[in-house]
């Protein structure tokens, strides 16, 4: 897969780090997001997800389903 980064101009630190994929969908990388968070370890950042996936299934969404 081919992949297209950003250049625009940008207002944010999570624009200035946004991917954008050849079909225009935007992502961000973990490893990116890590540090522009404030995460030194990826266990911190594990049991953060963790803890928004069981809460994002109390509130009767299934974390698993990705929405494009």
């Known amino acids: 897969m081919k992949f297209i980064t950003s250049s625009e101009a940008t207002d944010t630190p999570f ?3 946004k991917k954008i994929d050849e079909q225009g969908i ?3 990388l973990a490893t990116e997001l890590l ?12 049991d953060t ?7 994002a299934k109390n509130s009767g969404v299934d974390p698993a389903i ?3």
């Not at 540090?35 to 950042?45: D, E, F, H, Q, V």
């Not at 997800?49 to 809460?55: F, G, L, P, T």
């Open 15 to 17: 624009d200035q780090i």
């Open 26 to 28: 935007e992502y961000w």
């Open 35 to 46: 540090a522009l968070l404030g995460y030194k370890t990826w266990k911190r950042i594990r």
């Open 49 to 55: 997800v963790e803890r928004a996936k069981i809460s």
């Open 66 to 68: 990705r929405k494009n």
